[in-house]
């Protein structure tokens, strides 16, 4: 793609203005690589954050550990809601001195790397870039995936997706439907349900599986506890290190041994039982494959939500949607007139990737239509020389905070960094024999985790059935391997002839 003359041009172009966008801005100021732009398609910063703005939005980690390491907090509760933390990333942002490089409503259109130059062209909605490398943190949940029903363009109510909640949108009095059991659906039910009740209003909840849930140890700190936190910095650490250690230990369960995760599937087991009085109704909502297949959920309001007499649990399919009703399999038509679909996001088939094209002309979105979504370390790409993916393929938890993960791939960003300038190169990219390598341990791996084995089908699994969106160890062996970076696994090329120096393996 060649670039027009208007085209600004910078050593680092970072998509994407949400945890990771901001975390490789403020690590690569700190490094003295000043000369970069972060281009958000949104208004704002915060990403997931910004953009999920629904009833009862909250962070399924603690606060101490859903965040940076480097940016303690003075986090008024355990679980934090979402304004909570959307107002702890434009804090970070702003504190951090690099909000005048961000240019925000922006959409990346595309981006293309030129050999000859050793450069990418990154062209957007507001002009285009040209830059030595190309960061991408455009989300693993960032785009939200509508389901494919029957009628759905036909329904003359109103509807939305979870992630763009539509807040002008009275919903008192009114019927309700909620297509989706998902980590995002059992946190807007609740509040749903309550509001209905108190308008006389009704809630439909469809459900294709039922997820496994734990309860949620939700608080708020009192003062004496809020102040320490804020006043001794040790111990917000030493918190946040407890927390760390105590999520880490669900590790075996998931990637060894289902059988260890007995004592917290009783646990969730109970919260069936202390939500909901109705045999039925508990029959219903008892998942029927391994905890921890699916993500583990965290709510206490849920099940005695499903319990109250103003909502119904849909368990029959869903055959179509009519103009004014969502009719099931079993012939029943329920007439609404609100529909909010939280059926969650694109996660295998990353809709950035059909527009970045790679030295050989494929977009990456072709080349893992043939492989699978992969990359080395989960950053890197055979192919897309100084590309760097923050949340890449295989890089997601099920157990613990993926800020974790951010600052352990920006890391291993800054090394590959200090690495192009130490020795003046202009480009690298992975062997696809070490990416292959890489991959092929992993998905072995994979093979013995509660993910393959636990008879679900998950968010996680490809149309192939490949998990190719969890890390299937634990997040100390994941920063490990990022802790440095390992350039005998890259074909690097140096500035003057275009060639390739050196290809170790
Ligand atoms: C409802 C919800 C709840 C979650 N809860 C948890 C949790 O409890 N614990 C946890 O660890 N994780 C949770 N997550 C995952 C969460 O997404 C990550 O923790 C984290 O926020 C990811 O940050 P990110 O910067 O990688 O992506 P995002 O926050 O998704 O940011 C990506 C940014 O890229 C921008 N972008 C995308 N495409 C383009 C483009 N073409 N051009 C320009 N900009 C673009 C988007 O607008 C967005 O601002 C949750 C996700 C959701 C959706």
Not at 19 to 46: P, R
Not at 51 to 67: F, I, M, R, W
Not at 280 to 286: M, S, Y
Not at 304 to 323: F, Q, S
């Amino acid at each position: 793609m060649a670039s027009p003359p208007s085209a600004l041009h910078v050593d680092h172009v970072i998509v994407g203005a949400g945890f990771a966008g901001l975390c490789a801005a403020i690590k690569l100021q700190e490094d003295g690589e000043t000369d970069f732009v972060v281009l958000e398609k949104g208004a704002d910063v915060g990403g997931t954050w910004r953009d999920n703005t629904y009833p009862g939005a909250t962070c399924d980690v603690p606060s101490q550990l859903y965040s940076f390491s480097f940016a303690a907090y003075d986090w008024p509760s355990s679980y934090s809601p979402q304004p909570d933390i959307q107002a702890y990333i434009k804090k970070v942002a702003e504190e951090s001195g690099t909000l005048d490089r961000f240019v925000f409503d922006t959409a990346v259109e595309d981006a293309a790397w030129d050999d000859a130059t050793q450069r990418w062209t990154v062209r957007t909605s507001g002009g285009t870039w040209v830059s030595k490398t190309l960061v991408v943190g455009a989300g693993g949940l960032s785009a939200p995936k509508l389901p494919e029903l029957e009628g759905l363009e036909t329904f003359q109510g109103e509807v939305f997706h979870s992630a763009r909640w539509d807040h002008d949108v009275d919903l008192a009095g009114k019927r309700v439907a909620v297509i989706g059991t998902g980590a995002s659906a059992i946190q807007i039910v609740p509040e749903l349900q309550r509001t209905l009740q108190a308008t006389g209003g009704h809630l439909d909840v469809y459900q294709r599986t039922a997820p496994w849930i734990i309860p949620r140890n939700d608080r708020t700190y009192g003062t004496l506890e809020r102040t320490a936190l804020r006043r001794l910095p040790g111990l917000q650490k030493l918190y946040r290190t407890g927390l760390y250690w105590a999520h880490e230990a669900y590790v075996p369960a998931f990637t060894i041994e289902p059988r260890m995760a007995a004592p917290a599937r009783k646990v969730a087991l109970k919260n069936i039982e202390k939500g909901i009085k109705d045999p039925q109704l508990r029959a219903k909502v008892t998942p029927d494959f391994a905890f921890g297949c699916k993500r583990v959920l965290r709510s206490n309001t849920y099940y005695p939500a499903l319990d109250a007499d103003n909502t119904e649990l849909v368990t029959d399919p869903i055959v179509k949607v009519t103009g004014n009703a969502i009719v099931t399999a079993d012939g029943v038509e329920r007439e609404i007139d609100v529909l909010v679909v939280a059926t969650g996001f694109y996660t295998t088939e990353l809709p950035i990737t059909e527009h970045l094209t790679g030295r050989t002309g494929r977009t990456l979105a072709e080349r893992w239509r043939e492989t699978g979504m992969a990359a080395y370390k989960g950053t890197t790409v055979p192919e897309f020389p100084n590309l760097f993916l923050l949340v890449g393929p295989n890089t997601g938890q099920g157990h613990t905070s993926m800020i974790f993960i951010i600052e352990a791939q920006v890391a291993y960003l800054r090394d590959a960094l200090r690495r192009l300038r130490s020795e003046g190169l202009s480009s690298l990219e992975p062997t696809q024999e070490v990416t292959d390598r890489w991959n092929r341990s992993l998905q072995k791996r994979m093979g013995r985790t509660v993910w393959t084995t636990g008879g679900c089908q998950s968010w996680y699994l490809d149309a192939h059935g490949r998990n190719t969106t969890l890390w299937p160890r634990s997040t100390v062996d994941f920063r490990r391997r990022l802790a440095s970076f390992d350039a005998d696994a890259y074909q690097e090329v140096s500035p003057h002839e275009g060639d390739t120096v050196k290809v170790t393996q």
